[in-house]
């Protein structure tokens, strides 16, 4: 155990002391085995001790020797997985149509279900000219990319310490990571992952806990438990790094969550006092200060680039959305409140369009959400106290094995189960709108793996399994097929599709497959006669077009051959 070196978390009030941890301030009170555990739990969550390493070296040479530095094991179970999601819900709302639309999933024709999505099959209707603009769109490379999910990982960096924090850079050029050792090393991924710069944070208790790049790429600010959010430049001659006071009070202060706005004026930040901080850059001062939880404010977010509608998400359990507009510091009231989640909230992403996001919670599920539709007060009464009822630590306790029913006065719009929310504040957020439709939702797990779900079934189409303990962080690159995990383990990984069966040889049987191609097929004058026998078709069939002999894939099933056999027609 390790003293927080933070000059500000070391001051607490007379007051709260007496009335939050009266055994501490009594040195006549007498330590047994039952008051000791929660003088430590008390401490922890102060801010006035951490659990920290010993050695403070740069690791950046690869070295993987522990220098004294504590890992946090895996998880001994398995996080349950929903066999059976419920998306009666997602199935009515909008967001389903616009997703299959911008994945490329949406046919137009009822025939285009029925054709694989390869690339010699679009290619071959762009030729036949069924395809309106004769080029590849936005949603066939999406489908295509869909084929290609990373599946391969390869570490990338190797630390001493817990990495907390990965995160891209908009144009996906940089990639700057956090980590315990007190270093943000910044990368240049252009080619490939090249370090570049190494900046030491500044007044770091326990650990850099949130990063964020400003919108142009130039700069990027970090937080940890400090009175001040740190900002200093990624590019330039000479270095900047300043400190932008918040000026919360005289308590142990600490920023979770912190991001720009779209106009690189200000940073948005939330706290463990349960308020929401907006840090004006041109001002030079904090020009927003609003008590938005009744318990630690875990996560914010901007809802869009307008940067008027926030999100945020606490330790109460609830998700709230607000409106600058309307705000006052003295009576902020929020515009509305999503209740479903039965423990606090870790993470929030915005889908970006105003209407959709995302949470994380210590209930092990994840939750999309509708801002339209807000919960009412027997719901949001409801989460309050199965939240206020819960008896267990996600910090250093095992997640309770039984499955809690749904909250009663949920708006959630799908929850997604199959991952694990441990030990610290795991990051959940939308694919890439450029290379997948935001068809996917992604997210960290105590287990070591990157869980990538189905938006629209809640399905888990890929489980990423590399790191030997928690996946804190994750980031997918805005326009490749990448997704870099940040992991307790020390390590970074970047996570890039392979195939292993082209590789390994095994890529199956392939037989010659023989198909009668009718050239008035085309026209509608007549139909197709697929022979997929080792043997040419027999002699007496009608000639009426020609035979071709092509190397296919054995078809495993019926149904297959129901999609080869109008393959055909655009082979």
């Known amino acids: 155990m390790g003293v927080n070196n933070s000059t500000t978390s070391r001051r607490m009030s007379n007051s ?21 555990p929660a003088i430590v739990e008390y401490l922890i969550r102060s801010g006035q001790f951490h659990f920290i390493s010993q050695s403070r070296g740069d690791s950046d040479s690869g070295d993987n020797s522990s220098d004294g530095a504590e890992f946090v094991t895996m998880p001994s179970y398995h996080p349950p997985v929903d066999p059976s999601p419920d998306v009666a819900s997602i199935q009515k709302s909008d967001i389903h149509t616009s997703v299959l639309q911008s994945s490329g999933r949406l046919a137009k024709k009822k025939w285009q279900h029925y054709v694989r999505p390869t690339l010699p099959n679009m290619i071959s209707l762009n030729q036949l000219g069924m395809n309106s603009g004769q080029q590849l769109s936005q949603g066939d490379m999406c489908v295509l990319n869909s084929r290609f999910l990373p599946n391969y990982m390869e570490r990338k960096a190797r630390y001493n310490h817990k990495a907390f924090c990965g995160k891209y850079s908009e144009d996906g050029n940089v990639y700057m990571t956090a980590c315990q050792d007190t270093r943000i090393r910044v990368y240049n991924t252009e080619n490939d992952m090249k370090l570049v710069k190494s900046i030491c944070a500044r007044d770091v208790g326990w650990s850099v806990l949130d990063t964020a790049f400003s919108p142009d790429g130039q700069y990027a600010a970090y937080s940890s438990w400090s009175d001040c959010i740190h900002f200093c430049n990624i590019h330039g001659d000479y270095d900047i790094h300043e400190a932008l006071h918040i000026d919360p009070g005289e308590h142990s202060f600490c920023i979770f969550s912190l991001m720009f706005s779209s106009d690189n004026q200000e940073i948005l930040g939330g706290a463990n006092d349960g308020h929401i901080y907006v840090y004006d850059r041109e001002l030079h001062k904090r020009t927003l200060k609003i008590h938005a939880h009744d318990d630690d404010v875990n996560t914010v977010r901007f809802a869009n680039e307008s940067t008027q509608i ?49 949470s994380n919670s210590k209930d092990q599920t994840l939750k999309l959400w509708d801002v339209r539709h807000f919960s009412d007060t027997a719901g949001i009464a409801e989460t309050k106290r199965i939240v206020a009822a819960a008896r267990w630590d996600y910090r250093w306790e095992r997640a309770p094995r039984r499955r809690k029913k749904q909250v009663k006065g949920d708006s959630s719009v799908m929850t997604y189960r199959g991952h694990c929310i441990l030990h610290t504040l795991i990051r959940c957020k939308f694919s890439p709108m450029f290379n997948t439709g935001q068809r996917y939702i992604y997210s960290g797990c105590a287990t070591g793996s990157v869980v990538v779900y189905d ?72 139909g197709e006669t697929v022979f997929e026998t080792p043997k040419p078709p027999p002699s007496g069939h009608p000639r009426r077009g020609s035979f071709r002999a092509s190397q296919v894939q054995r078809p495993k099933s019926p149904q297959e051959a129901k999609v080869d056999k109008i393959q055909g027609l655009f082979e």
């Open 16 to 36: 709260e002391d007496e009335t939050e941890a009266p055994s501490v301030l009594r040195p006549s009170s007498p330590l047994n085995g039952e008051d000791l």
């Open 310 to 358: 926030l999100y945020s998400g606490g330790d109460d359990g609830l998700c709230k959305v607000w409106d600058r507009r309307t705000l006052r510091e003295q009576h902020p009231s929020p515009v509305g409140t999503m209740a479903g989640h039965s423990d606090g909230i870790t993470f929030i992403d915005s889908k970006g369009d105003g209407r959709y996001f995302i």
């Open 455 to 526: 938006v629209l079934t809640g399905q888990i189409v890929k489980k990423l399994d590399g790191h030997s303990s928690c996946v804190r962080d994750v980031d997918w690159h805005p326009y490749k097929n990448i997704i870099m995990s940040t992991s307790w383990d020390g390590s970074i990984g970047q996570w890039t599709y392979l195939d292993h069966h082209a590789l390994s040889g095994e890529a199956g049987e392939t037989v010659r497959q023989w198909t009668y191609l009718d050239h008035h097929a085309l026209s509608g004058e007549a």
